[in-house]
């Protein structure tokens, strides 16, 4: 099983690029970048600004019942705010066609190598930060064994473009249920195959402290009054169970980024396993043939 990074390696490589360019030196830029469920970047770097390059973040379209505020996730800009702190400025409003626009400061990076990578892996985890913004409020609040005074009864949060995972917080747990879709009808197949698969995997026995997963073909009684559109689901849905041993410390981030991307995940795995038979069966009929 292979899990995603929350960096942007283009993201990432471009910023580290630009950041090794002497900063008297005038050099302009212009990326426009796409990364999966459609969310977009944009990375601009003018002549007559050297100490400065913007980064613009576009998100999917949400959902109906998904928890924005303005064109933003539930507390995305506190969460930029508190993860950038004076490197970046959030400019309102954004660029035109996106959701988020920073000004980084490219002379208040630090000058050690390794510490200068770090911050700016954190600038390319940017799509974490705004997206897991009101998921990672959720479970901080899990952690200290309350629930956060934001959230609903059921609350709707955007993961792929206007598709939504719902979260039912509870003081001693956060129940996460993901409806599962799949555009082709072979994906779905294999999907629902790997997502039961899945559920089975959990009850092995180096797999006792990870979070309890359920796959059902119908709706779990949590999502009663939530609309048909948003139920509609080929491939079942799958519930996680986290509890505040999940989110401790650094397992906070990790399990905000894995349940963040948990339908690319499983999208990622559905194709693989697709050109794994597919190169099988091109092998079996080559050996036929001779």
């Known amino acids: 099983m ?11 490589q471009i910023l580290v690029n630009r950041s090794r360019v002497k900063q008297e030196k005038p050099l302009e830029i212009d990326f426009h970048l796409v990364e999966f469920n459609d969310v977009r970047y944009h990375i601009l770097s003018v ?4 100490h400065y390059m913007t980064l613009s973040l576009g998100l999917p379209l949400p959902a109906p019942e998904t928890v924005f505020s303005g064109d933003l996730p ?12 004076s490197l970046a400025q959030v400019k309102e409003p954004p660029e035109m066609g996106y959701n988020l626009t920073l000004r980084i400061d490219l002379s208040q990076l630090p000058a050690d190598e390794e510490d200068c990578l770090q911050v700016l892996t954190k600038f390319a985890s940017v799509r974490s930060v705004v997206l897991g913004a009101p998921l ?7 952690a200290m064994n309350t629930v ?7 609350t709707a949060l955007m993961h792929r473009p206007r598709e939504s995972f719902f979260l039912v917080p509870q003081a001693d747990k ?3 249920i993901f409806p599962m879709r799949f555009k082709d009808a072979n994906d779905a197949v294999l999907a629902t195959s790997f997502l039961q698969e899945f559920m089975e995997a959990r009850r092995t026995g180096g797999l006792n402290t990870a979070p309890p997963c359920l796959w059902s073909s119908n709706p779990p009684a949590e999502l009663q009054g939530v609309s048909g559109l948003a139920l509609d689901a080929n491939c079942g849905f ?9 989110v401790e410390g650094d397992k906070l981030e990790r399990t905000v980024w894995n ?8 999208s990622y795995h559905v194709k693989c396993a697709k050109a794994f038979m597919h190169t099988r069966m091109r092998r079996r009929v080559e050996s036929l043939i001779r």
């Open 148 to 154: 956060s005074p934001d959230a609903d009864r059921l």
């Open 174 to 176: 956060v129940t996460v």
């Open 47 to 50: 002549a007559k600004e050297p």
């Open 74 to 85: 539930l507390g995305a800009v506190e969460a930029v705010r508190g993860a950038y702190g």
């Open 238 to 246: 799958v519930s996680f169970v986290i509890f505040a041993r999940h």
């Open 136 to 142: 990672r409020e959720i479970l901080k609040h899990l």
């Open 259 to 266: 349940l963040s991307t948990f339908h690319a995940y499983v």
């Open 2 to 12: 292979i899990l995603m990074q929350p960096q942007a390696r283009a993201v990432l």
